[in-house]
């Protein structure tokens, strides 16, 4: 879908741009030539001094969020910043903890605060609210490579409040909590970010892809909603792993 989006795009045909990324090795330019710009960057300016600057603009760009939760979930009112479900968050995880001192103990960490920095970071300034987003899906099997928080594996915000039960009450409920949550993502399309910078990640990845070359952080960008709601009426898929 990123390659037919590219040929869309720059109006030119799949079997020329696949052609092209193939024959190009990033590696040995980089080796050869003194680059100052970043091997997106680089592979972009490669490919539109072949073809030309694009031929459309950006209306709507899709998007995918990463995250782990119940299976009941639908977002049926979209994807909602941290400030909005953070009350949803600590109720899920009441249902989720069978042990009844583990439930009592949450309940107190949610009244008097959660001895965790990270926590405390997130939720007192709204910049940290996303939601989030990648542009590659791919992205969310690469955390590693990338080094990228794994989101699959556990939201930010769950972690920390894992983090801060086990530094205020010295148990781990790591474990209980992720075990009853499934890996999904949200795929999502968006107006609010239509830069034509995105086509730099966008044609690296292709190029990955292409050439069966190892995944890169410069393969990929990140969207933050900045506080604002991701409606129902933008989501294309909610997909559980």
Known sequence: SAITSICHVYGIARSAVEQFLSGVDLDAAYESYVI????????RDLFESEFGQPKLQLDEV?????TRTARSSN???GILPLGQVLGRVWKMLGLLL???????????????????FQFGL?????IH?????????EAAFNSDKICNHDYLEVPEIIEDICNGYRKQFGQCIYGAVTSKLEKCIVKFKSNKCTSLNLLAPALLYCWCVVRNEEFSSFANTCFDSEGMPISREQIISVEFL
């Open 36 to 43: 100052y710009s970043s091997c997106d960057d680089y592979l």
């Open 62 to 66: 899709v998007w995918f969020h990463l």
């Open 75 to 77: 977002f049926s009112e």
């Open 98 to 116: 069978e042990d009844p001192e583990q439930k009592v103990n949450l309940a107190i960490m949610q009244a008097n605060g959660v001895k965790d």
């Open 122 to 126: 997130k939720t007192r300034n709204s």
């Open 129 to 137: 609210y996303g939601p989030y987003a990648m542009l590659v899906r």
